[in-house]
């Protein structure tokens, strides 16, 4: 079974950019991430679906601001002119007859 | 518009049993699997449990394996959780999520709180 890795956090400054990384377990590099947004309060937000060759599919809706890219086992999640509304927990996911998620990383917008 | 509706959470005794729905609107759900997804107060998601477009393929987390049941009526465009054998641990806010053809959830409910607590 796959396990990912993330960070427990992050910080960046309003209108900075900010790239949050996920972490495939040794053996998995090649398996398909998505990445997940969960404000406050709500529920989780489908970012986008993202390959190890870097190619990656947006959500509905999913503002220009977020993309994605990959190297080896990481997968990136990178946001740009951050805005206060990105202050959220961050989760990536993938799948290998069952569902897998890491830890999540609470991104704070200072 | 993909709409996903859970319902059925509440306060349960340890031991006691739930039944959760999720009511699914906006696009063919013969044609989707569909996941469980649960998170605890102050925790990260955890994957629950997987049931495939035609019922024919099941999986589950080993934490809810032979105390869940997870089902699907097409013809209701509804998905189940069948929760038995409540634990003080199985409180969390229960999501049911698509799953799209690449293997991973494309969109999220808004969550029904369960709560197993004496």
């Known amino acids: 079974q796959p396990v990912l890795t993330q960070s427990s956090s992050a910080s960046a400054s309003l209108g900075s950019s900010v790239k949050l990384t996920c972490t495939l377990s040794s053996g998995h590099s090649s398996y398909i991430i998505a990445w997940h947004q969960q404000q406050p309060g709500k529920a989780p937000r489908y970012l986008m679906k993202?390959?190890?060759?870097?190619?990656?599919n947006k959500g509905s809706g999913v503002p220009d601001r977020f993309s994605g890219s990959s190297s080896g086992a990481d997968r990136y999640l990178t946001i740009s002119n951050l805005q206060s509304e990105d202050e959220a927990d961050y989760y990536c996911e993938t799948w290998d007859s069952k569902g897998v998620f890491g830890g999540g990383t609470k991104l704070t917008v200072l | 518009e993909v709409q996903l509706v859970e319902s059925g959470g509440g306060l349960v005794q340890p031991g006691g049993s739930l039944r959760l729905s999720c009511a699914a609107s906006?696009?063919?759900?013969?044609?989707?699997?569909m996941n469980w997804v649960r998170q605890a107060p102050g925790k990260g998601l955890e994957w629950v449990s997987y049931i495939s477009s035609s019922s024919s393929t099941i999986y589950y987390a080993d934490s809810v394996k032979g105390r869940f049941t997870i089902s699907r009526d097409n013809a209701k465009n509804s998905l189940y959780l069948q929760m038995n054998s409540l634990r003080d641990e199985d409180t969390a806010v229960y999501y049911c999520?698509?799953?799209?053809?690449?293997?991973?959830?494309?969109?999220w409910g808004q969550g029904t709180l369960v709560t197993v607590s004496s």
């Open positions: 993202l390959e190890g060759s870097g190619s990656y």
């Open positions: 999520a698509r799953h799209s053809g690449y293997d991973y959830a494309d969109y």
């Open positions: 906006g696009f063919t759900f013969s044609s989707y699997s």
